[in-house]
Each structure stands twice: as C-alpha cells, then as structure tokens.
C-alpha cells in the first residue's frame, strides 16, 4: 500500500453476504484477506470480514464513493402529452421479460443488464412525471403481464413516485428503481408456482423464499452489475424495521432507506393482487394493512409518505357513489375524500354506454363505499382516464 492511503474497519452496512467486494479488504495489520471481486458466499467469511477487515481510503476526500450509474446518469424521459402510459407500461413489461430471459440463460452481454435496467428506470420516471394518476391506477387495474412481470413494474412506479417526492438525487433514484424492477430475480423460476399454489408454503419452499434476495444478488453480479446500492436493495428489500424480516433479520437504520421504500410498494402491490387462495384486497384494505404496520415492518415516516401519496382512495380504487352509480378513482384532489371518479355502472349495475365522469366533491355523487375490485368488469384502463387512442396511418 503506497502512502496516500490508510485502513480503516469495515462497517457492518457496507458489506453483505452474497455481494462481490468492491475493494481489497487487509487485516489491521496490513495483510491481504480477500481481494477485490471475491465473492462474499457464506455467513463465516461475512462474520470474519466485519470482525476483522479493513479497506483502504484515499487521503483525498471524494474517491472513496459508491459505484453506481455513471457521472452523466440518464434523466427521466420527457414523453409527449399524448402519450398513452398504459401502453408504454405494457411495452416496458414484454421488455422485462425478454431481459430477464437473457439474464436467465446467461446471454447478456459485458454492461447490458445495468444500461438497459437504468433505461427503463428513467422511463418509468418519465411516466409518473407525465401523468403519475394514470400509471398509479394501471397498479390497480392492469393485468396485462404474467405476475413475475406487473409486480416488478407496479412496485417501481410506486417507488418513483415516492422518489420524485422526497426529491431523492438522481443518481440514487436510479439503482432504487433499478432495484425495484430486480427484486425477486432471485426466485423467478418459481414465483408462479408459489403464486398460484392454495396450501401453506412447506419447509423447502419456505428456505427458497427466504433466500431469494441472496440469489438475486448472485445472479445480477453474475450478470455484470456493479452498482453497490443496486444490490443491497435486492438483499434487503425484505428487512423489517422490527428485525422480524430477512435474509438477515436487520433493524432499524441498518436498513438502507432506498430498501425500505421498496418494500412498501412490494407490500402494497402483493396485497392488490389476487391470489389463488384469496382475492385480491381493495386499495383501501391494503393501505389500512400498511397504516397498523407502520413504526413495527415498516418505517414510520416513510409509511406516511407512502399513504399521503396515495390517499384515501388512490387512482384505480372502485367505489360506489351516494347516487348508487360504481366507479373507478381516476384522479387525486387537494381533498383526498373528494377525488375524481370515473362512473362506469349505473344504480341497477347496468355499464354506462358512455362512461361518465364524477366530481365527488358535489354532494350527489360523494363516495359512500367500497368495492371490491374482483366484482367489477374487465375495464380498459385507457377509456377510464380518456386518453385518445393514436391513430394508425
């Protein structure tokens, strides 16, 4: 080691089991215990490195940064103002699943799974600055794709969405929603199995979910990603502020805040979504799920962004209106009890020819229930926010 470098001990946040050393790591003595690249593969070689490794530091303040997207990261994209966000979202999933695919089977080639995960990262940003009400809903109401793909996609919009206002820098935002789109990787194999099965988990498959964001962590450093933040989302997005989660059972601040923003929209999109041995909950049975865990699973401030955000009733929530027509939310006021709906039943449960828009805030119409989301019609999102289709020349 040349002199313009000195050791200092590892810290128990900068280090994970299954990631790849970003630097050499010395004893306090100086002598060499793992080089740069090794791969941290079990829970000795973890304990033995935090108890006993030191890493160098530049002397000059500012080289010392995590690896991440480049210096000239990408912005979000600016769409037009006709763009239709539930196509470019249902075009974002045939993406994820070919790049999955070629993650799986080891055909990517040196760079690629960063560049193109950071693209598609910027273009979900790019959609929830052009219409956040829109893409918000397609979370409650879009089953276009498998759910290995609309999971990854929804908890990403909620994630930017959360990102864009906690003006986090971009730089972060992008290995968060780059995380976010990666979460379960690691048990893609099997996730449809699992989401279709009506009976408890049994011990082996219990061992593979728990050990899911240890095997994604593999499979995207194997496929060249390097970015440190990136994949400690992936390992701890299912870390409870209690210490009741896993892999590793962390608590509190030990918990990166970018991992904890994840797993509330993980949480959140779960519960919207069906099951075969349950339907899927109302927005407003999933938010009231959030708001009791909030301080215990999930980080208390970051819960009530979450749920501000959303509101009483977010976009793509069915409600029954006090003139008894059933609706769809389309669009969150400064009055979070008053949005604006989208009525597409009449009081006899007929569907409206024309569907019609609702200000609740107008006494005749104020929302007077919830409706369960499984005894509504298949409804294309795009007619319910009228957005014009283009026209094929």
């Not at 490195?49 to 994209?77: C, S, T």
């Not at 879009?142 to 793909?149: D, G, S």
């Not at 990603?225 to 990136?230: E, I, R, Y």
Request: hydrophobic content about 35%.
């Amino acid at each position: 080691m040349s002199k313009d470098h000195h050791l200092h001990p590892l810290q128990e946040d900068e280090l994970e089991l299954g990631l790849k050393l970003p630097w050499t790591v010395y004893s306090a003595s100086g002598q060499l215990l793992m080089k740069e690249g090794a791969l941290v593969d079990n829970q000795r070689k973890l304990d033995n490195l935090l108890m006993n490794g030191h890493r160098e530091k530049l002397g000059k303040p500012g080289n010392d940064a995590e690896q991440g997207p480049p210096p000239d990261e990408p912005q979000p994209v600016k769409f037009a103002e006709n763009t239709n966000p539930f196509a470019e979202l249902d075009e974002l999933g045939y993406q994820l699943k070919t790049l999955f695919e070629r993650i799986d089977e080891q055909r990517v080639k040196p760079g690629e799974v960063e560049r193109k995960f950071y693209e598609m990262a910027t273009q979900i940003q790019g959609l929830v600055i052009l219409n956040s009400d829109a893409v918000l809903g397609a979370v409650h109401l879009n089953r276009q794709h498998e759910y290995i793909i609309q999971h990854p996609l929804h908890v990403t919009v909620m994630a930017a969405l959360i990102g864009k206002t906690l003006q986090i820098p971009q730089k972060v935002q992008l290995s968060m929603l780059a995380a976010s789109l990666t979460q379960n990787i690691g048990m893609n194999g099997y996730q449809m199995r699992l989401h279709g099965q009506a009976q408890p988990l049994d011990k082996e498959q219990r061992k593979k979910v728990d050990q899911h964001p240890l095997v994604g962590v593999k499979m995207l450093s194997e496929a060249g990603v390097t970015d440190k933040l990136w994949l400690q989302i992936v390992f701890q997005h299912h870390e409870k502020i209690n210490g009741t989660g896993y892999p590793k059972k962390l608590k509190g601040n030990q918990i990166r805040a970018e991992a904890r923003i994840v797993a509330l929209g993980d949480v959140y999109s779960a519960l919207v979504s069906g099951r075969l041995y349950r339907p899927g909950l109302s927005a407003q049975q999933s938010l009231r799920s959030i708001f009791l865990e909030r301080g215990q699973q999930f980080d208390e401030k970051l819960s009530r962004v979450f749920l501000n955000e959303l509101g009483l009733y977010p976009p793509g929530a069915c409600v029954k209106l006090k003139n008894g027509e059933i609706g769809v939310v389309v669009k969150r006021t400064s009055d979070s009890r008053a949005p604006k709906v989208t009525s597409v039943m009449d009081e006899k449960g007929q569907l409206f020819m024309r569907m019609q828009e609702r200000d609740t805030s107008d006494p005749q119409y104020a929302l007077v229930a919830n409706v369960n989301p499984q005894h509504m019609p298949r409804l294309n999102p795009t007619l319910l926010w009228g957005i014009k289709l283009k026209r094929v020349s």
